[in-house]
């Protein structure tokens, strides 16, 4: 469960360091204003309309506080004094000859508040540069008034939180050239208003609208813009569809962007026409495929390209080779999960400009990493994930002085001496986790005092952690889970201040965890659970915390008060902690945020907080299971709830299970299990359209188990526990019909997770095979179906025989009467199968012989007879499985079968009451009749001869037993038909 988590958060930082060190080359998008003259030439009005401006926000750092664009974020407006020339400003620029503010750039400026349309800043008719990049205005419509400013050149609103429709008005602007709406998440475009803009701005040379939502837009309506256009940069937008086949009509175009969209089929034939190109980037594109012999026509005529980044664009059939004839001025290559396939050519490496270069995930993707001759300036090399080998040598790294980034994760590291990495010591980013390395953790890692990022999960280190890393005062995040590294947690980490997230899980830690780790102001992230940690959970200093994650250790004491004032808690994970004491306070539900909360295995107690049904909709994972709680479940579900597994197994609630759990449309599993709840079976539970797992086990419910009343109600249902409990009546064929789950079998083998928090496993305690086992992953393969200990009565229905992809099957300790169907027999995925316990007559059907997985059997304390099935499962089963039934014979009982053998039968068709099949194959009707006829003659006579003589006399008995056994059998279907008319 942890790792599936911890992955999100290492996905997340590796992400954040990529911005950091991907070194874009930018266009000259925004211009430095700056003051234009000394003297005194701002006229009052403007100086006016300026200060009221900046009086209508207020300054906030948190406003600019995107490190990668605003890395000195400034308060410009701070020196704006009235009584002073506006002209002098930080970030205003005037005309020269007549005083009239021309150009406002207050990028990264601190700004905060809405922007209204009578807003003075739209009294700056002479405006012709503006940039208000990077302000908080939050969440405020871009006004129509832009439109006004009809000398404007250049208008930035990139990452200002702005929101809405972007307005036609801004198509007014005529002599715009540049234009970026960029990092606005809430903003959209409409196709009406941009083809409007696109026709309009015919002077346009830089259209950026990254992350501005274009869904609706088709791609093709972007060949209206002007063929002068030297940027575009659309990241994000939501295109959809094939690209334009005559993109090659932009010339003069230097920058491409539109990564990370939904583009699909092949990239054109005619982009090899963009011979000016500088920076090329589809990335993210999962449906986009680039075709051998496109690929080649691009590397050979883009002689120009500085940045390529194809990531996640289909070349399964671009062979790698092929990338020898990329220019040599290239500086930037990014092919991350390409599909590539064989030997990585060795020149690429060697190319003098390149600066970073991503191979990661191309799994097939082989070759050497040169030791000698490479780039002098590459800074980021990423191999993780491919089969490319790299020998750590002297040579090695004596060539790698400028590298500040190296992802070698699960790469064909072929190892000399990890110590060497330590002279690598402009290093900030470190990854070398799974690839099985052992030993201890050099030391000498303590001197590459830059580095922010240490990453060695899941490989076999050993020892301590060395007492240098304390050294890495720099460092934000440190990964070193599933080793095998021990002894306590103490000086080590203490001067670690910076730290951000912290995954030490799967290891041997013991002792107390230091009271420092709950002091650390930035820390949103930590795990460490899996160890053998003892003591009290500390109180947290600080109020930064996203994840924690303490589960599986020997922690005891109460849950801190602190962590219900984590704000911004996303998970709470504390399982497994047998010691754990205390109630659970309601102030948890204070947590607004969270979406995983796992206080399962404790020894909890109190009543549970009636505020966890309806406290956050951002709820996924509830799970207070295996504690001492009481009470009753909430009896309130909020409504638009995201809820998908509610476990509260082994607890002491009582009362009712609340029909608001329907709101809860999200859920997949639902255990209820081992608790005192007293209630009927809860019909409605039919609505919720995910479940799949249902488990009511041991609790006092009662009353008949009916059909259900919606069509495919239950459809997805995979495990379905009821036992132990009061319930009546005969089973419920109408379930059985509706189980479409239980009716294949899965071959997909993966576990159950969340959707809605990614990672976190589903877990659920059940009797498997006759064993009461926790299985902490769910396999989507697992088919269990138990009824056992109840009231049930009748017969087994023959239906049950379509639930062909049940493993499990547990209907003991019922009062079932009849016979064990035959249908059966199309179970052929069972593995355990109990009947035992009830009132079953006559024989096993031979078809049970078949079923080649069945481990387990009892069909013990019945009434059955005759031989017992052959079979190669059959053989291997004991007299335990058939005891307490003394008409059974065979070697398993130590009773021998004397000529009682049983002819083979088909599994049953499902078709009851049709015995047509009867006459399809052997004697036809006319046969059966003349065999009837013959015999009743025959009878007739011997009848008559036998009972006027009274010889023999064995025949006499063997007739009258006969006899008397038929009338007995006819009295007792008359009784039956009866019952059926009444």
Request: proline letters at 3%; glycine letters at 8%; one cysteine or more.
């Amino acid at each position: 469960m942890g790792c599936s988590l911890l992955s999100l958060s290492q996905s997340f930082s590796f992400f954040l360091f990529v911005f950091h060190f991907h070194s874009t080359i930018s266009s000259p998008l925004s211009s430095n204003y700056s003051s234009s003259s000394s003297s005194h030439l701002c006229a009052h009005h403007q100086s006016l309309s300026l200060l009221q401006f900046k009086q209508s926000f207020s300054i906030n750092s948190s406003a600019s506080s995107d490190y990668y664009y605003c890395q000195y974020p400034s308060p410009k407006t701070e020196s704006w004094k009235d009584g002073t020339d506006c002209c002098l400003w930080d970030g205003v620029s005037c005309d020269l000859k007549t005083g009239h503010v021309t150009g406002l750039n207050l990028s990264c400026s601190m700004l905060h508040g809405t922007l209204h349309s009578n807003n003075s800043l739209f009294s700056l008719h002479h405006l012709q540069k503006l940039d208000l990049s990077f302000t908080d205005f939050n969440t405020s419509h871009i006004s129509s008034r832009f439109g006004q400013f009809s000398n404007l050149t250049h208008l930035n609103l990139s990452g200002s939180d702005l929101a809405g429709q972007v307005p036609s008005e801004i198509s007014q602007l005529s002599k715009l050239v540049s234009l970026d709406l960029s990092d606005n998440d809430n903003l959209s475009l409409e196709p009406i208003f941009f083809d409007k803009l696109v026709r309009n701005l015919t002077k346009l040379r830089e259209l950026h609208l990254s992350w501005v939502n274009m869904s609706l837009v088709v791609p093709i309506s972007l060949m209206n813009l002007s063929s002068s256009l030297s940027s575009l940069k659309l990241i994000g937008c939501g295109l959809q569809g094939k690209l334009p086949s005559s993109m090659g009509k932009f010339k003069h175009l230097q920058y491409l962007d539109l990564g990370r969209n939904n583009l699909t089929g092949s990239i054109p034939y005619d982009f090899e026409q963009l011979t000016e190109l500088v920076s090329l980037d589809f990335s993210f594109n999962n449906y986009l495929n680039l075709e051998p012999f496109s690929f080649d026509k691009l590397v050979r005529n883009l002689t120009k390209l500085r940045e390529l980044d194809l990531s996640s664009v289909n070349m399964s059939l671009v062979a790698p080779n092929s990338l020898t004839n990329l220019s040599s001025s290239l500086s930037y290559l990014s092919l991350l999960d390409c599909g590539l396939q064989g030997k990585f050519p060795g020149n690429i490496f060697h190319l003098p400009n390149l600066e970073s270069l991503y191979l990661s995930y191309n799994e097939g993707l082989t070759g050497s990493f040169p030791s000698s001759n490479l780039s002098n300036v590459l800074s980021l090399l990423d191999l993780s994930n491919t089969i490319i080998s790299v020998h750590l040598e002297n040579d090695l790294i004596s060539n790698l002085k400028s590298l500040e980034y190296m992802s070698l994760r699960n790469c064909n590291i072929i190892r000399s001496d990890l110590a060497l990495l330590a002279n690598l010591t402009r290093l900030v980013y470190l990854d070398l986790s799974s690839n099985n390395l052992n030993g201890e953790i050099p030391s000498s890692l303590g001197n590459l005092v830059h580095l922010s990022y240490l990453i060695l999960y899941s490989n076999n280190f050993m020892g301590q952690v060395p007492d240098s890393l304390g050294n890495l005062v720099n460092l934000s995040y440190l990964d070193l889970s599933n080793n095998q590294l021990g002894g306590p947690l103490h000086s080590q980490l203490n001067n670690l201040s910076n730290l951000v997230g912290l995954s030490l899980y799967g290891n041997l830690f013991n002792g107390t965890i230091p009271s420092f780790l709950f002091a650390l102001p930035s820390l949103y992230f930590l795990d460490l659970h899996n160890n053998n940690l003892i003591g009290n959970i500390s109180e947290l200093q600080h109020y930064s915390l996203i994840y924690l994650d303490l589960s599986n250790n020997h922690l005891h004491g109460t849950i801190p008060s602190s962590i219900s004032k984590q704000k911004n808690l996303e998970a709470l994970i504390l399982a497994s902690n047998s010691k754990l004491t205390g109630e659970i306070s309601s102030s948890i539900c204070k947590l607004r945020y969270l979406q995983v909360l796992d206080l399962s295995n404790n020894s909890l107690s109190g009543s549970m907080p009636l505020c966890l049904g309806n406290f956050s909709n951002m709820l996924s994972v509830l799970h207070l299971g295996m504690n001492n709680l009481q009470g009753t479940i909430p009896s309130t579900f909020s409504k638009d709830n995201i809820l998908e597994y509610l476990n509260l197994n082994g607890n002491e609630l009582e009362g009712k299970i609340p029909p608001s759990i329907i709101t809860c449309t999200m859920l997949e599993v639902i255990d209820l299990g081992n608790n005192k709840i007293e209630d009927t079976f809860p019909y409605f539970l039919e609505a919720l359209p995910k479940l799949q797992i249902l488990v009511l086990k041991s609790n006092k419910l009662q009353g008949f188990v009916k059909g259900l009343t919606a069509y495919k109600s239950s459809s997805k249902l995979r495990i379905f526990d009821i036992s132990d409990n009061n319930f009546s009546g005969p089973l419920p064929t109408g379930y059985f019909n509706s189980l479409e789950a239980m009716m294949a079998s899965d071959q997909n083998m993966i576990y159950m997770v969340t959707t809605n928090y990614n990672g976190y496993v589903y877990s659920i305690e059940m009797t498997w095979k006759g064993v009461e086992i926790e299985f902490s992953k769910i396999q989507s393969t697992i088919r269990v179906l138990d009824l056992s200990n109840n009231n049930f009565t009748g017969e087994i229905p023959k239906v049950m025989g379509k639930l062909k992809g049940l493993q499990q099957l547990n209907l003991s300790h019922n009062s079932l009467t009849g016979h064990i169907q035959s249908s059966f027999g199309n179970l052929t995925n069972l593995e355990s199968l109990d009947l035992s316990s009830n009132l079953l007559t006559g024989r096993i059907p031979t078809q049970l012989g078949g079923l080649t997985f069945l481990g387990i059997l009892n069909l013990s304390h019945n009434q059955l007879e005759g031989p017992i099935p052959s079979g190669k499962q059959f053989n291997t089963f004991d007299a335990s499985s058939f005891e307490g039934n003394l008409g059974l014979c065979g070697f398993q009982v130590l009773k021998k079968c004397y000529g009682d053998a049983t002819p083979s039968l088909q599994p049953s068709s499902f078709n009851e009451g049709d015995d047509s099949t009867l006459f399809e194959e052997g004697f036809g009707w006319k046969a059966v009749t003349m065999g009837y006829g013959c015999g009743f003659v025959f009878g007739v006579a011997t009848g008559y001869v036998v009972f006027r003589t009274k010889k023999p006399s064995w025949c006499f008995r063997m007739v009258e037993d006969i006899w008397n056994l038929k009338r007995k059998k006819t009295k007792k279907k008359a009784v039956k038909c009866g019952a059926r008319r009444n």
